[in-house]
């Protein structure tokens, strides 16, 4: 006999709706499964699976769930299982983020009765029937590996619940919303029929197999020379070396579009109590790979290959107190990038050095000059070939549906949160059409009706803006606010306001998780709060000024500062300008000077809104919006 991996020691189990347990065994044999006093009972079919459902259950644990084969004796025992609430987080990387990318958990704790599994799926394409992963406890040994969002989130649930939470991760970086969708789902929709029928052609073409099997090599590091050459050396004599305001990319700080090895050095004073301390020295976040050295001893590294995924990790070293010899500390950083924009790209508030043993707040900024030199330039790598819709390739049509969705169902849960979008910037467009489709398909293959269902809104990123009428993420943020009034029990919440100009992950997930919480403690479990920040409801033209209408507003809202920024007001000629706001009861009034006759107000309409300042008194920021229709 065998069962669902999701039934494996340590499983949370949905407390208050039927359960259902599957697996595999003989055919014709009578099945039964207790736990906790409830049982159930059924058939295994003539390919030996079956599926049972345990009666509603309250919250509690630890349990021991026990399926048998009666007429063979045969059963499997699960250990330590709690009955509670149950999520799915899902979505790209920015839920797949773990714990350890993330800013350090100001107050972290061990709690057994949160637990999360991560979907490792068993075939990269195609229909699956199970996967790889287990259960794990959240302790100091295991939470650095788990999704941060959904551990966040989670911990909220249950510091204001007090049941056992577990969450089910089952997320893959740089995917599209239209490979978690399913086929059936896909083949109805106008705009997404023609993609599955392209992908399907392509998978009985010869010439796209062979090309699929000969993708372009990405260049590897050669080596580090510059060390060679003593570059890390606090005696090398690096005057000649051009100068570049840190942090940031090769091409804005140092005025070179291209890839491959960079060097940076720059001299810092420390305090006289430091020396003969260990030190702890922060360098920020280096696209792709880093060498770091501190007085001409390496300190750390980060990357190797061709590998990516250390390109959003704050760099963290220890320089021994052996090493600290005098006041003056010299930092050298190799930084190696082999494709797209590479760099140290900080960000700010994250490049400095301070006293490794916490004694003290206080801080040497590392930010601001540094000296640079090019060790090896590979030029413009050519991006390699879009990966063809072939097994390998994540992004084909309902592809993670098959093999990251479909596995899960129908194990029973509470909801889902969802972090995904910056892949589909090019299709904004479409994007409420897809979600929508998603969820619906979601919750017609569970059969638990319309469970809730939260999205986080994209954060901000790239370069800060007032306003910006060509930028494509501000379309996919008005798909997600707008899913929350066309689709039942769909929620949001917002992180316009803690992303990064630098990184397209932000650390800040303690943040969306909680965020992403409220709603659920709101409108899921009914607790007297408000769900999110005030979301746009309607305007009314007044002379020559707008009134805008807000739902959300809890408390009330709220201007933070002096005047509201990122507000612009247009009349009939679509020529946006900055505006000006007051705060009236439970509305907005927008005006500006030489506007006499408006029509249409945006905020916050950029991919990097900078600034926006719009919240409700419970500290939540307002959605972007628009009143206008234009396109």
């Known amino acids: 006999?065998?069962?669902?991996?999701?039934?494996?020691?340590?499983?949370?189990?949905?407390?208050?709706?039927?359960?259902?347990?599957?697996?595999?065994?003989?055919?014709?044999?009578?099945?039964?499964?207790?736990?906790?006093?409830f049982s159930a009972s059924t058939i295994s079919n003539s390919s030996g699976s079956f599926i049972l459902r345990l009666p509603p259950m309250p919250a509690g644990g630890p349990h021991t769930l026990k399926v048998t084969a009666d007429s063979r004796g045969e059963s499997v025992a699960v250990k330590d299982v709690m009955i509670g609430e149950v999520w799915i987080c899902s979505g790209q990387s920015n839920m797949e983020m773990l714990v350890k990318s993330a800013y350090p958990?100001?107050?972290?704790?061990?709690?057994?009765?949160?637990?999360?599994?991560?979907?490792?799926?068993?075939?990269?394409?195609?229909?699956?029937?199970t996967f790889k992963g287990e259960w794990k406890h959240a302790v100091s040994g295991n939470i650095p590996e788990f999704s941060a969002a959904g551990y966040f989130f989670a911990r909220r649930l249950h510091s204001e619940l007090g049941v056992p939470v577990?969450?089910?991760?089952?997320?893959?970086?740089?995917?599209?919303?239209?490979?978690?969708?399913?086929?059936?789902?896909?083949?109805?929709?106008?705009?997404?029929?023609?993609?599955?029928r392209d992908y399907e052609a392509s998978l009985t073409s010869e010439a796209t197999w062979r090309g699929h099997l000969t993708t372009m090599p990405l260049p590897r590091d050669p080596g580090n020379d510059g060390a060679k050459k003593k570059w890390q050396s606090p005696l090398f004599d690096d005057s000649t070396w051009a100068t570049a305001e840190l942090p940031g990319n090769f091409e804005k700080c140092c005025s070179r579009k291209t890839n491959g090895a960079f060097w940076f050095r720059k001299r810092v004073t420390i305090p006289e109590p430091w020396?003969?301390?260990?030190?702890?020295?922060?360098?920020?976040?280096?696209?792709?790979?880093?060498?770091?050295?501190?007085?001409?001893?390496?300190?750390?590294?980060?990357?190797?290959?061709?590998?990516?995924?250390?390109?959003?990790?704050?760099?963290?070293?220890?320089?021994?107190?052996?090493?600290?010899?005098?006041?003056?500390?010299?930092?050298?950083?190799?930084?190696?990038?082999?494709?797209?924009?590479?760099?140290?790209?900080?960000?700010?508030?994250?490049?400095?050095?301070?006293?490794?043993?916490?004694?003290?707040?206080?801080?040497?900024?590392?930010?601001?000059?540094?000296?640079?030199?090019?060790?090896?330039?590979?030029?413009l790598t050519q991006r390699p070939p879009e990966m063809s819709f072939l097994p390998g390739n994540p992004n084909c049509p309902y592809t993670l549906h098959e093999s990251m969705i479909a596995p899960l169902v129908p194990y029973g849960i509470r909801g889902a949160i969802w972090y995904q979008g910056e892949s589909n910037a090019d299709n904004g467009h479409d994007y409420l059409a897809l979600q929508n489709a998603m969820v619906a398909d979601w919750r017609h293959v569970w059969g638990q009706g319309d469970f809730p269902f939260i999205c986080v809104q994209l954060a901000n990123f790239q370069q800060p803006k007032d306003y910006d009428g060509s930028a494509s993420w501000p379309w996919v943020r008005e798909a997600q606010l707008l899913s929350t009034r066309t689709c039942p029990n769909t929620g949001m919440a917002s992180?316009?306001?803690?992303?990064?100009d630098l990184d397209i992950h932000p650390r800040n997930k303690r943040e969306v998780g909680f965020r992403l919480a409220q709603w659920a403690l709101a409108r899921t479990y009914g607790r007297k709060l408000v769900a999110n920040g005030p979301h746009y409801e309607g305007y009314e033209i007044e002379g020559n000024a707008i009134r805008v209408r807000f739902s959300e507003i809890g408390g009330g809202?709220?201007?933070?500062?002096?005047?509201?920024?990122?507000?612009?007001?247009?009349?009939?000629?679509?020529?946006?300008?900055?505006?000006?706001?007051?705060?009236?009861?439970?509305?907005?009034?927008?005006?500006?000077?030489?506007?006499?006759?408006?029509?249409?107000?945006?905020?916050?309409?950029?991919?990097?809104?900078?600034?926006?300042?719009?919240?409700?008194?419970?500290?939540?920021?307002?959605?972007?919006?628009?009143?206008?229709?234009?396109?």
């Open 557 to 631: 809202l709220v201007i933070r500062g002096d005047a509201i920024k990122t507000c612009v007001i247009a009349q009939i000629d679509r020529k946006f300008v900055p505006a000006r706001a007051v705060v009236e009861g439970d509305t907005l009034l927008v005006s500006a000077p030489g506007i006499k006759n408006p029509r249409a107000v945006r905020y916050a309409w950029a991919n990097n809104p900078e600034g926006c300042n719009l919240y409700n008194a419970d500290g939540l920021p307002a959605s972007p919006f628009r009143t206008d229709t234009w396109k």
């Open 275 to 379: 020396v003969g301390r260990a030190l702890s020295l922060h360098v920020g976040g280096a696209d792709k790979h880093d060498v770091t050295y501190c007085n001409g001893f390496k300190v750390g590294a980060m990357g190797t290959g061709v590998e990516t995924g250390c390109w959003d990790t704050r760099r963290e070293y220890t320089v021994p107190a052996s090493r600290v010899k005098g006041t003056e500390l010299l930092v050298a950083v190799r930084v190696w990038s082999f494709l797209y924009d590479g760099g140290l790209i900080g960000p700010a508030k994250d490049m400095y050095v301070t006293l490794k043993d916490g004694a003290g707040d206080e801080r040497i900024p590392l930010t601001g000059e540094w000296r640079w030199n090019i060790e090896r330039d590979i030029g």
């Open 1 to 37: 006999m065998k069962l669902n991996p999701l039934f494996s020691d340590h499983a949370v189990l949905q407390r208050g709706v039927f359960v259902p347990v599957w697996g595999t065994t003989k055919p014709g044999l009578r099945i039964s499964a207790r736990i906790a006093g």
């Open 495 to 500: 992180a316009i306001d803690i992303g990064d």
């Open 105 to 129: 958990d100001p107050d972290p704790v061990d709690c057994t009765a949160i637990r999360m599994v991560t979907v490792k799926p068993t075939a990269e394409m195609g229909r699956a029937t």
């Open 166 to 196: 577990g969450m089910i991760s089952t997320s893959w970086g740089g995917t599209r919303i239209e490979a978690w969708i399913s086929r059936e789902s896909l083949m109805r929709m106008p705009v997404t029929e023609q993609l599955v």
